[in-house]
């Protein structure tokens, strides 16, 4: 069956460092959305790519989908304590059967 | 302000005791999906109704049923909790499951379940 692999599970950063997650699928999918939990909270979305080599920013975070919509990258630049959370991909596969695969998610913890 | 609410937050039941998570919703979404969440865990979908149509996930025990009387609420029923459902399960809605169009995702805050 279809997996994604989410890449590391923690990261331990200096505040002002960057922060970068890794999603890969074994499979070609549709699209993959990206959300956010805080500790204690809950998943918030923060972005859907689409396109093959699509390419979003908003603010510090750059999100990347692989040419072969196969992989997707998170990438934050100068990390401050709101960041703090983990970061979840999904992958939305919709050609026969709608299928929602979730990453294991990577937690950002900002070192004191 | 238009949301996702999951009654209660905390439940508590004994071991075998049927339970009934609640979930609502002012989005006038056409889907709703539950998940349980189980701590340092990606949330596992259990299943998802896209209106009326009910769709389980393969893996999703026989112990967990769900019930979408209209389109505001959804329910999720577990038949005999065991220790091994002690979680946070997670209601979230969608506007639409169509590709690049409205199928982000809106979580309600969760209800924590403690099975004694």
């Known amino acids: 069956g279809q997996q994604v692999m989410q890449i590391p599970q923690y990261q331990h950063v200096q505040e002002g460092e960057d922060f970068t997650t890794y999603c890969n699928s074994s499979t070609t999918l549709s699209n993959i959305q990206w959300y956010k939990q805080r500790p204690g909270g809950h998943p918030v979305f923060l972005i859907q790519l689409v396109k093959s080599g699509e390419v979003k920013k908003q603010k510090r975070l750059t999100f990347q989908f692989g040419e072969a919509k196969k992989n997707s990258s998170l990438h934050i630049t100068a990390t401050q304590t709101t960041d703090v959370g983990t970061y979840f991909c999904l992958f939305i596969e919709m050609d026969s059967n709608y299928q929602l695969i979730w990453g294991a998610g990577t937690k950002l913890i900002i070192k004191p | 302000d238009a949301m996702v609410i999951q009654n209660p937050r905390y439940q508590v039941t004994q071991f075998g005791k049927p339970v009934t998570l609640s979930c609502s919703q002012t989005l006038n979404h056409n889907v709703m999906y539950w998940y349980q969440q189980k701590s340092s865990q990606a949330p596992k979908l259990l299943f998802h109704?896209?209106?009326?149509?009910?769709?389980n996930e393969a893996d999703t025990p026989d112990n967990f049923q769900s019930r979408r009387p209209n389109t505001s609420f959804c329910f999720l029923d577990i038949r005999s909790p065991g220790l091994g459902d002690a979680a946070m399960y997670l209601c979230a809605t969608s506007r639409d499951r169509l590709q690049g169009s409205y199928n982000e995702q809106f979580f309600g805050p969760g209800t924590r379940l403690t099975v004694l």
């Open positions: 109704y896209y209106d009326k149509d009910f769709n």
